[in-house]
T-cell receptor, first 116, second 112 residues
Framework: DTGVSQDPRHKITKRGQNVTFRCDPI?????LYWYRQTLGQGPEFLTY????????KSRLLSDRFSAERPKGSFSTLEIQRTEQGDSAMYLC??????????????FGPGTRLTVL | QKEVEQNSGPLSVPEGAIASLNCTYS??????FFWYRQYSGKSPELIMF????GDKEDGRFTAQLNKASQYVSLLIRDSQPSDSATYLC????????????FGPGTRLSVLP
């Protein structure tokens, strides 16, 4: 399977704990995106990487959230001091950027976070 | 605030009928438009994209774009029960930003 993969698929944590999610993009894709989706809503953009550089970050993103893509391949999203409002599906997507690309984003299966 | 709007539904159509899903967007400079299908509990999967005014067909799916009216639609011909899902409209606002702005999705139910 050469699609986007995410780990873990499910995470249950207690309020105040830190959690970290991992995303492995499609191998030739240089762009990687994180989104958050709650029930009944479309995905909400969190942040975007071009190779290892984090180029965009949503203004709605709390400073408890941090993301990295250290070698331009996989990425991690960390949430510190989790709150119940962080409960959501966290989606990772990747795309093949470039002047001739439509930049179509392909999504991974997501990580469902439940904060108790 | 760049917005994408869709009727939340549910939209119910009988098997074999044409389902018509609509999407409007606020940013007139938007360049690319995408339709994703999302089954309950699953992640979005790409159906098709369109960036030129007019129609684009792919199998049973046709995307229609009217930039002057800031309107994009998806037609599903010969609807099947397996088409029952939420359909998300996504807009890439311009050539500089890379994030998509998603609508809330329209839930489609195809009745056997």
């Amino acid at each position: 399977d050469t699609g986007v993969s995410q780990d873990p698929r499910h995470k249950i944590t207690k309020r105040g704990q830190n959690v970290t999610f991992r995303c492995d993009p499609i191998s030739e894709h240089n762009r990687l995106y994180w989104y958050r989706q709650t029930l009944g809503q479309g995905p909400e953009f969190l942040t975007y990487f071009q190779n290892e550089a984090q180029l965009e970050k949503s203004r709605l993103l709390s400073d408890r959230f941090s993301a990295e893509r250290p070698k331009g391949s996989f990425s991690t999203l960390e949430i510190q001091r989790t709150e119940q409002g962080d409960s959501a599906m966290y989606l990772c997507a990747s795309s093949l950027g470039g002047p001739s690309s439509t930049d179509t984003q392909y999504f991974g299966p997501g990580t469902r976070l439940t904060v108790l | 605030q760049k917005e994408v709007e869709q009727n939340s539904g549910p939209l119910s159509v009988p098997e074999g009928a044409i389902a018509s899903l609509n999407c409007t967007y606020s940013d007139r400079g938007s360049q690319s438009f995408f339709w994703y299908r999302q089954y309950s509990g699953k992640s979005p999967e790409l159906i098709m994209f369109i960036y030129s005014n007019g129609d684009k067909e792919d199998g049973r799916f046709t995307a229609q774009l009217n930039k002057a009216s800031q309107y994009v639609s998806l037609l599903i011909r010969d609807s099947q029960p397996s088409d029952s899902a939420t359909y998300l409209c996504a807009v890439k606002p311009d050539n500089y930003g890379q994030n998509f702005v998603f609508g809330p999705g329209t839930r489609l139910s195809v009745l056997p």
